[in-house]
C-alpha cells in the first residue's frame, strides 16, 4: 500500500487475554519502529527494527511484551497475559533511508 | 524534566494569526521532527531538521544546535491547523535510527 497500515484499528479485550497488533510499512523501508500513546501523553517508544532483527528494545515495558518482524517487512506486536494499564494506542511508523518517519494511523488497543 | 519540553501546552489563535510552538531539548540531537496529530487520526511528519530553517507551505520550522531550541510557525493560520503538534528528537546516543524523545505536544485550535 502507498501508507504505513496498522490492524486492527480498534481491539477491546478482557483482562489476562492475549493480542496481537499487526503493522504493514511502507515497501522499501528496512526501518520499523513501535510506539504507545496513553491518553493525553506523548508517544514513547517500544521498539525498533532495522530489517529481521529488534536493533533497539529497551522501550518494551516487560516480558509480556514481544515484537517480531520475520521477513523483515510487517511486524506484529505481541502482549500477553493483557492488563489494563496496556490500555493505549499502539502507532507504527516506518522510515525511509532519509530518516523521513510516516506512521500508520495506530491501533486502539482497550482492555477491560 | 523530560529531555524534550515544549511550549504552549495549549494555544488558541484567531484565523490568520501568526502561530509559534517553541521546543527545547536537553540532550544531544542527531535531528529534530515535527508532527502533527489530528484528533482521532494518526500522525504525521511535517518536518525533519538537523539544522537550519525548513519551509513547507504555510509551515516553517527552523533549529539553532547550539541553543537546542526549535520552533514551529504557522503563517495564516487556519481552522484546519487545529491539532495537536509534537516535537520528537533523535537523540545522538542512540547511534541511528528514529528512536524518538517526545515532547508533550501542543494543542493548537484556530477559530474564525
Known amino acids: 500500500g502507498a501508507g504505513v497500515s496498522q490492524t486492527p484499528s480498534n481491539k477491546v479485550t478482557e483482562k489476562g487475554k492475549y493480542v496481537e497488533l499487526r503493522c504493514d510499512p511502507i515497501?522499501?523501508?528496512?526501518?520499523l519502529y513501535w510506539y504507545r500513546q496513553s491518553l493525553g501523553q506523548g508517544p514513547e517508544f517500544l521498539i525498533y527494527f532495522q530489517g529481521t532483527g529488534a536493533a533497539d528494545d529497551s522501550g518494551l515495558p516487560n516480558d509480556r511484551f514481544f515484537a517480531v518482524r520475520p521477513e523483515g517487512s510487517v511486524s506484529t506486536l505481541k502482549i500477553q497475559r493483557t492488563e489494563r494499564g496496556d490500555s493505549a494506542v499502539y502507532l507504527c511508523?516506518?522510515?525511509?533511508?532519509?530518516?523521513?518517519?510516516?506512521f500508520g494511523e495506530g491501533s486502539r488497543l482497550t482492555v477491560l | 524534566k523530560n529531555e524534550v519540553e515544549q511550549s504552549p501546552q495549549n494555544l488558541t489563535a484567531q484565523e490568520g494569526e501568526f502561530i509559534t510552538i517553541n521546543c527545547s531539548y536537553s540532550v544531544g540531537i542527531s535531528a529534530l521532527h515535527w508532527l502533527q496529530q489530528h484528533p482521532g487520526g494518526g500522525i504525521v511528519s511535517l518536518f525533519m531538521l538537523s539544522s537550519g530553517k525548513k519551509k513547507h507551505g504555510r509551515l516553517i520550522a527552523t533549529i539553532n544546535i547550539q541553543e537546542k531550541h526549535s520552533s514551529l510557525h504557522i503563517t495564516a493560520s487556519h481552522p484546519r491547523d487545529s491539532a495537536v503538534y509534537i516535537c520528537?528528537?533523535?537523540?545522538?546516543?542512540?547511534?541511528?535510527?528514529?528512536?524518538?524523545?517526545f515532547g508533550t505536544g501542543t494543542q493548537l485550535k484556530v477559530e474564525l
Open positions: 515497501s522499501g523501508h528496512t526501518a
Open positions: 511508523a516506518s522510515s525511509s533511508k532519509f530518516g523521513e518517519l510516516f
Open positions: 520528537a528528537a533523535v537523540p545522538t546516543i542512540t547511534g541511528g535510527g528514529n528512536k524518538l524523545t
